[in-house]
């Protein structure tokens, strides 16, 4: 069972920046992959990126690419995703997510099985 906590969403705007963290309570944090997806009103879950275990490893969505950073501190059990040059289209429910497996990022939900209950982004000015 992990239970994960996310964190650092808020109002920002456009070209501002926010910092999410997402609190993993468990001791397997450090042995799965992990990512962050995000869900729009009236649109479908959508992935924004993700990490492998050991952080070596990470996958961007073309949408966040070169803006976003995700990393992880295993020592801390903590995720984080570092949102730059932000953008209203941005705006969603961020979720993070814990992957069925270590070193492949998968993009589909279905290959998550623990999930957080969200943190609201929202970019405007």
């Known amino acids: 069972q992990v239970q994960l906590v996310e964190s650092g969403g808020g109002l920002a705007q456009p070209g501002g920046s926010l910092r999410l963290s997402c609190a993993a309570d468990g001791r397997t944090f450090s042995n799965y992959a992990m990512g962050w997806f995000r869900q729009a009103p009236g649109k479908e879950r959508e992935f924004v990126a993700g990490i492998s275990r050991t952080g070596v490893i990470t996958r961007y969505a073309d949408s966040v690419k070169g803006r976003f950073t995700i990393s992880r501190d295993n020592a801390e059990n903590t995720l984080f995703l570092q949102m730059n040059s932000l953008k209203p289209e941005d705006t969603a429910l961020y979720y993070c997510?814990?992957?069925?497996?270590?070193?492949?990022?998968?993009?589909?939900?279905?290959?998550?099985?623990?999930w957080g209950q969200g943190t609201q982004v929202t970019v405007s000015s």
């Open positions: 997510a814990k992957s069925t497996n270590a070193l492949t990022i998968h993009t589909m939900t279905s290959q998550y099985d623990y």
